[in-house]
């Protein structure tokens, strides 16, 4: 049982590349979120996906996509990356949108964009 | 709007003494979760505890308590005999019911540092 699995940890890009931040769940969880963590402040959601099928935007959503694969996946895209979305990148799940059940979270992914 | 308010950036507590850091929050929903977070120096995002809206009694978790007070709209997280493992970066956190459901919001963070 591996919770809340990111890849990559580290990336470095340069101004105007894409890519993709993969997370998987293995908890059968319902929800799921993006957030982001810059430096010396809390996580900022980016998109979450109350169940399989659905997305929304979150309080930061400008510059990134999602898609909810499947019940266990959940990935975001940067499609033309800026300097200012160099951060911490954390996904986390959760069994139900509609409670108030924790959210467990995955170990982030380390964005650089130069 | 939903909003966290961690006002100590920094602490320091001397180990085996008890600590509080201060979360009060703001919103119109009724229905809410509060959460408390511990983030080491590794990087990983740790659930501490937990408290419901609805919770007439104050969670505990071992050495974590949380002291909600509703009608302050406060959460405030109580470690007790500090630890040289518990200096850390702490987050509070709320999550919505409701039409908003799902979404959370976090303060700031507060970093602790416990001395030896």
């Known amino acids: 049982n591996a919770g809340v699995t990111q890849t990559p940890k580290f990336q470095v890009l340069k101004t105007g590349q894409s890519m993709t931040l993969q997370c998987a769940q293995d908890m059968n969880h319902n929800s799921m979120y993006w957030y982001r963590q810059d430096p010396g402040m809390g996580l900022r959601l980016i998109y979450y996906s109350a169940s399989e099928g659905t997305t929304d935007k979150g309080e930061v959503p400008n510059g990134y996509n999602v898609s909810r694969l499947n019940k266990r996946e959940f990935s975001l895209r940067l499609e033309s990356a800026a300097p200012s979305q160099t951060s911490v990148y954390f996904c986390?799940?959760?069994?139900?949108?509609?409670?108030?059940?924790?959210?467990?979270f995955g170990p982030g992914t380390r964005l650089t964009v130069l | 709007a939903q909003k966290i308010t961690q006002t100590q950036p920094g602490m320091f507590v001397q180990e085996k003494e008890a600590v509080t850091l201060d979360c009060t929050y703001d919103?119109?929903?009724?229905?809410?979760?509060l959460f408390w977070y511990k983030q080491p120096s590794s990087g990983e995002m740790i659930f501490l505890i937990y408290q419901g809206s609805y919770d007439e009694q104050n969670a505990t978790e071992g050495r974590y308590s949380l002291n909600f007070q509703k009608a302050r709209k406060s959460a405030n997280l109580v470690i007790s005999a500090s630890q040289l493992g518990d200096s850390a970066m702490y987050f509070c956190?709320?999550?919505?019911?409701?039409?908003?459901?799902?979404?959370?919001?976090f303060g700031d963070g507060t970093t602790l540092t416990v001395k030896p």
């Open positions: 956190a709320m999550r919505q019911e409701g039409t908003n459901a799902g979404k959370s919001t």
């Open positions: 919103t119109s929903d009724q229905s809410y979760g």
């Open positions: 986390a799940s959760t069994g139900d949108y509609l409670s108030t059940d924790t959210q467990y």
